[in-house]
């Protein structure tokens, strides 16, 4: 590889390249890893949500780079943004099947929807050509008998189709167990800290949140987001000050 493209690519994405491996937060991880597979520009480039972790600056710096790549590229993203911007075709996946549109994701949707209208003109065909089909066999002129098993067992197929056709929408079941009552009080912490070293991540944080709250968590990457989340759902241990869990507590992580 080049070393300078290295270089180029870890400073636009806001490393140096002598922070310790073990060190790094979440979001820098994730620069890094952005960073190495992006340095040999590789014929074939496959990107799996390549912007979480990352900044609005770096996102659109990224938008910038990989439209001036030479390299194919391959997208999954839930970043609507960053699609339309990028991409040049798109590949709907839908009920096991693959449709590809040679077009970016800001066609996508109207392309969609032409698509579904269509099916649904098809099987509302389909209906109607049943309901025919099926009064012929009641009240039609007896034919030579091998053409009436043709068209019974044609009858038969349209049946199969029409019972086995699976909308844009496919069902869901779930079902979530009830868990104990908790009380009002989820968290509360007390003037916590927390230091790596000389670096000092969290210092004199104080927070009490209570049930049906909803916090954000904001900040650069590195900040120290996620150790502060850690310390409060009691999974890492603050240097200093207090956090309490309410009762019947259940954490879910994602």
Do not use: C
């Amino acid at each position: 590889d080049d070393p300078y493209r290295a270089t180029y690519l870890m400073e636009h994405l806001g490393l140096s390249g002598e922070e310790p491996p073990n060190d790094l937060s979440g979001g820098e991880a994730r620069r890094a890893a952005l960073a190495r597979v992006m340095a040999p520009e590789p014929d074939i480039l496959l990107l799996d949500e390549p912007t979480n972790h990352l900044d609005l600056s770096v996102i659109e710096w990224l938008e910038e780079e990989l439209a001036r790549t030479s390299s194919a590229l391959i997208v999954i993203s839930h970043d609507r943004r960053f699609l339309e911007r990028v991409s040049r075709a798109t590949v709907w996946l839908d009920r096991g099947q693959t449709r590809r549109l040679d077009k970016g994701f800001g066609h996508f949707e109207e392309w969609r929807d032409n698509v579904l209208e269509e099916e649904e003109r098809e099987q509302h065909k389909l209906g109607r050509q049943i309901v025919r089909e099926e009064h012929w066999l009641r009240y039609g002129v007896t034919a030579r008998r091998k053409r009436n098993m043709r068209r019974l067992g044609e009858l038969q197929t349209m049946r199969q189709r029409f019972r086995g056709h699976r909308g844009a929408e496919g069902a869901a079941t779930m079902v979530a167990s009830d868990a104990a009552e908790s009380g009002k009080l989820v968290i509360e912490a007390k003037n916590i800290e927390k230091s790596f070293g000389d670096l000092t991540v969290v210092k004199g944080f104080s927070t009490r949140i209570q049930r049906g709250d909803r916090v954000g968590l904001v900040g650069p990457n590195g900040a120290g987001k996620t150790t502060l989340l850690k310390m409060l759902t009691g999974e890492l241990k603050p240097d200093s000050g207090s956090v309490r869990l309410g009762t019947n507590l259940e954490v879910a992580t994602l």
